[in-house]
C-alpha cells in the first residue's frame, strides 16, 4: 500500500513544519492543514475497505487531497512553510500521491 505508506510520512512531515508555525498560524492554519491530511488517510482508509461505495470515496479523496496541496500552497506563499520544505513535500509526497489517487481514480473508473 504505498498510497498509505505516502499519506502516513506526510502527516508525520507536517506535525514537524506545524510546530514551527508562530502561535498566530499554528492552531488555525496549522491544525487545518494537518486536518486535511488525516482526512486524506481517513477516506483513503474508507476507499480501500470499501467495495459499494469505492468510487466515491476515492474521488472525495481526491477532492480533500486537492485541498490540501492548495492549503500547503499559501503555507510555502505566507512563508510558513520554506522553499526547502515546500520542494521536500512535492518532490517526496504530493506528486507521487497524486499520481497515485489519479490512477486508482482511473482504474476504478475503468472497472465500472
Keep these: 500500500m504505498p498510497l498509505y505508506h505516502k499519506l502516513y510520512q506526510l502527516i508525520k512531515f507536517l506535525y514537524v513544519i506545524r510546530s514551527n508555525f508562530s502561535k498566530e498560524y499554528k492552531y488555525t492554519f496549522g491544525d487545518d492543514v494537518v486536518s486535511l491530511a488525516w482526512g486524506c488517510m481517513d477516506l483513503f ?61 482511473k482504474e476504478n473508473f475503468v472497472k465500472t
Design 45 to 105: 482508509l474508507e476507499a480501500n475497505n470499501s467495495y459499494g461505495e469505492k468510487n466515491k470515496k476515492i474521488n472525495l479523496l481526491s477532492v480533500e487531497f486537492d485541498k490540501l496541496k492548495l492549503r500547503l500552497r499559501m503555507g510555502q506563499d505566507l512563508n510558513l512553510i520554506s522553499v526547502g520544505q515546500f520542494a521536500h513535500l512535492q518532490e517526496n509526497f504530493i506528486i507521487d500521491g497524486g499520481r497515485m489517487i489519479g490512477g486508482w481514480l
